[in-house]
């Protein structure tokens, strides 16, 4: 079992900064890899980025490259997610996930434990 509990969302103006973080309990953080997701209202939950094992490889979804940067500690078994130049579109549930498989999986059905999630608002 892995218990994921996400923090650090809020309200921000467009262009503003905000970092998101997910603690980890459970098995051995540094054994899996993680994963950030976001859900706007009425809409699917869609990859954002992802982190392998050690924090050596990462990847982004298209609309996030070069505005967010994931990473991890293991030794607080952590994983952040730093968001720059927020933009409105960004507004959504944002959730942090365990993938106990193989690294690089960007589909919501591969990973195995969930966070409760934590609103980000991107005011205009």
């Known amino acids: 079992q892995v218990q994921l509990v996400e923090s650090g969302g809020g309200l921000v103006q467009a262009g503003g900064s905000l970092r998101l973080s997910c603690a980890a309990s459970?098995?051995?953080?540094?054994?899996?890899?993680m994963g950030w997701f976001r859900q706007a209202p009425g809409k699917e939950r869609l990859f954002v980025a992802g982190?392998?094992?050690?924090?050596?490889?990462?990847d982004y979804a298209d609309s996030v490259k070069g505005r967010f940067t994931i990473s991890r500690d293991n030794a607080k078994n952590t994983v952040y997610l730093q968001m720059d130049s927020l933009k409105p579109e960004d507004t959504a549930v944002y959730y942090c996930?365990?993938?106990?498989?193989?690294?690089?999986?960007?589909?919501?059905?591969?990973?195995?434990?969930w966070g409760q999630g934590t609103q980000v608002t991107v005011s205009s």
């Open positions: 982190i392998n094992w050690s924090g050596g490889n990462t």
């Open positions: 996930a365990a993938d106990l498989g193989d690294w690089g999986r960007t589909s919501s059905a591969a990973y195995d434990y």
């Open positions: 459970g098995r051995t953080f540094s054994n899996y890899a």
